[in-house]
């Protein structure tokens, strides 16, 4: 297994445009987790879930943000009429239990550029 | 609710100096806390993780943490610091079944 992948690495878009990431997890893992993080702060939690259900959202999840996991394998965070503030590097990240002492595997993230 | 605090967003050492990063942590139940370390434009990646197994925890490249319930801390250190120990440090505990970071703490190594 090649660990957590993310694609694109890199997005640079309008103000007003439309953009989709899309994370593909390590096999079987039944958790997935997306964060956001801004230049000099920690990851914030973004939504996460179990196979294909979305189990949790952010108060910082806005109407503009939306998140699919289809058949509980890949993840695509969609991020509708972008806003420079949208700016942010996003971070997904998998688990293979729902215990609390398992930790998470990171991708590399999605850096977001809106200009 | 728990929530993860590290003191000090800049901490610089020199070459084969001790590191030391600070988390505290408060939660009303036993905590599971992580330090992952980011570099430039990459993920995270684990150093260690406390599970309440043993108190004092090592990781990888030459890491360890001590977790003190007195002291509501899980301070990271690590005793001679390398060039390539120059990054970010996350502090980070379970809430609910998902991770909550810390605001993160730059670490410069100067030769």
């Known amino acids: 297994d090649t660990g957590v992948s993310q694609d694109p690495r890199h997005k640079i878009t309008k103000r007003g445009q439309n953009v989709t990431f899309r994370c593909d997890p390590i096999s079987e893992h039944n958790r997935l987790y997306w964060y956001r993080q801004t230049l000099g702060q920690g990851p914030e939690f973004l939504t996460y879930f179990q196979n294909e259900a979305q189990l949790e959202k952010s108060r910082l999840l806005s109407d503009r943000f939306s998140a699919e996991r289809p058949k509980g394998s890949f993840s695509t965070l969609e991020i509708q009429r972008t806003e420079q503030g949208d700016s942010a590097m996003y971070l997904c990240a998998s688990s293979p239990l729902s215990q609390q002492n398992t930790e998470a595997f990171f991708g590399q993230g999605t850096r977001l550029t809106v200009v | 609710a728990q929530s993860v605090t590290q003191l000090g967003s800049h901490v610089s050492v020199s070459e084969g100096a001790l590191v030391l990063l600070r988390c505290n942590y408060s939660?009303?139940?036993?905590?599971?806390l992580f330090w992952y370390v980011q570099y430039p434009n990459q993920g995270l990646q684990l150093l260690l993780k406390y599970t309440s197994a043993a108190t004092l925890v090592k990781g990888i490249n030459g890491f360890e943490a001590e977790f003190k319930k007195s002291e509501t801390s899980f301070h990271l250190t690590k005793p001679s610091a390398h060039m390539s120990d120059a990054a970010e440090y996350f502090c980070a505990g379970n809430q609910g079944g998902k991770l909550i970071f810390g605001q993160g703490t730059e670490l410069s190594v100067k030769p």
């Open positions: 939660s009303s139940v036993p905590p599971y």
